[in-house]
């Protein structure tokens, strides 16, 4: 009987280069995907996954899940497999398999569920024939167990919500989490197909399409913590409806990657909605260009103002404040405005503009604007005299309708207060 097998050589190759890797694993990494493959390949290898006993073809994870026993000894696996049974993003046995292993890998727990198994012969042989398998091999899956021991100490960092094609593919989007400001339209248009939302149309200067964080072709996978998948308009509209005058809490699987490339599952979905993919393809190719150009162009020790910084940049930065959680900026007072009774997010163009216009004098220097101190506190804003400390603005977050700034004059933001409607 042989004591070695292709794929655990294959695995042991990969588990090494991931720990001479220094510091956390990602995503990024390409062996991830290799791990995670190889690991299928064990798991369905030599596995009866039907028989005269059984209705339908079977999966690894159906006898992961169907394990009771460790419940007693385990309560991380416990939680991991209610958590996987009882969510929507993943719909067959074959994607919740794949979330598994992404997860346990993650939580250091992928041999519990095979070594409770081995340990009862019976079962084992239920599911794995011994001549065939790895798992079905005294000595084989000792090899294997080694081996998964040898990946716990692999300090792995994988975005375990980036599930949802897991159905169909091993193969991941870009995933990005989002919180946009709360506002009655959020300026996007959906089609769904083959029960998932892909957005056909972005508004112009909607709280969406700020900055292109959401673009046409992109899927949404989460609003306000529920899977949007197989989810009806209605019951987005609800969710909408239930949440309003919060902050939009939205995740969504990008259509493209960051070098520009359409992620290919995203791609047929577009074929399927008449989407011309090959000038997609060209506009997210030239936006990938632009953004790279642009950033060897301001390729500098030097950080970017606050003003300027994109949630991207900010991620390994220490957040600015001081002892009292409050972060406070230099700014230059410009001006205010009454716009009336509606104050939404589409306000704040056109209503930013109008005070600038109003205020021309102060913006070229042919007045002194004044000189404040914006204190963003954990319940409010706070707008002080530089000079003298006078406070002459304070709004609590619940008071403010909208926020932001315009694209074409950066320096200058507004926010508009939910009571008197002034910005």
């Not at 969504?252 to 992620?263: D, L, Q, S």
């Not at 406070?328 to 503009?353: A, T």
Request: aromatic share 8%.
């Amino acid at each position: 009987m042989s004591v070695s097998d292709p794929l655990l050589k294959k695995l042991k190759g990969i588990i090494y280069n991931l720990r001479t890797n220094e510091g956390t694993i990602r995503d990024s990494n390409e062996n991830v995907q290799l791990l995670c493959k190889i690991l299928e390949e064990i798991l369905r290898k030599g596995m009866k996954s039907t028989g005269m006993w059984r209705q339908r073809s079977y999966d690894y994870w159906d006898w992961i899940q169907a394990d009771t026993s460790v419940e007693k000894c385990n309560p991380i696996f416990n939680m991991l497999i209610e958590l996987i049974k009882k969510s929507k993003r993943v719909k067959t046995s074959q994607g919740r398999g794949r979330w598994f292993i992404r997860c346990a890998l993650q939580k250091k727990i992928l041999s519990v569920p095979i070594e409770k198994l081995s340990h009862n012969t019976k079962v084992l042989h239920q599911w794995y024939d011994p001549l065939f398998s790895i798992i079905g091999n005294d000595i084989l899956l000792e090899i294997f167990m080694s081996l998964l021991f040898e990946a716990t100490e692999i300090n792995f960092k994988l975005n375990t919500k980036n599930a949802s094609f897991l159905d169909n593919y091993w193969l991941r989007p870009t995933y990005k989490d989002y919180e946009f400001v709360p506002c009655d339209d959020f300026g996007v248009k959906l089609q769904f197909i083959l029960g998932r939302p892909v957005v056909v149309e972005v508004k112009q200067g909607s709280v969406a399409g700020e900055d292109n964080k959401i673009e046409p072709g992109d899927v949404l996978d989460e609003l306000f913590g529920q899977s949007l998948l197989a989810l009806t308009t209605n019951k987005m509209s609800s969710l909408m409806k239930e949440h309003h005058g919060w902050p939009i809490q939205l995740s969504a699987c990008k259509c493209h990657y960051p070098n520009g490339e359409i992620y290919p599952p995203i791609q047929e979905l577009l074929h399927e909605i008449g989407t011309d993919v090959d000038s997609l393809q060209k506009h997210t190719a030239a936006m990938a260009n632009s953004s790279y150009n642009s950033f060897e162009a301001k390729k500098s020790p030097k950080k970017p103002p606050p003003h300027a910084q994109l949630p991207e940049d900010e991620l390994s930065d220490v957040p600015v404040q001081n002892p009292s959680d409050k972060a406070v900026y230099k700014v230059q007072f410009i001006g205010k405005l009454n716009i009336g009774d509606y104050g939404g997010m589409c306000r704040i163009e056109s209503s930013l503009l109008k005070v600038l216009e109003e205020n021309e004098d102060k913006i070229h220097g042919d007045v002194d604007a004044k000189r404040c101190t914006l204190s963003l506190g954990e319940t409010d804003v706070l707008v002080q005299d530089a000079e003298s400390d006078t406070e002459f603005l304070r709004h609590s977050y619940t008071e403010i309708s909208s926020c932001g700034r315009r694209t074409d004059c950066m320096r200058f933001f507004a926010y508009i207060s939910v009571y008197n409607q002034s910005i």
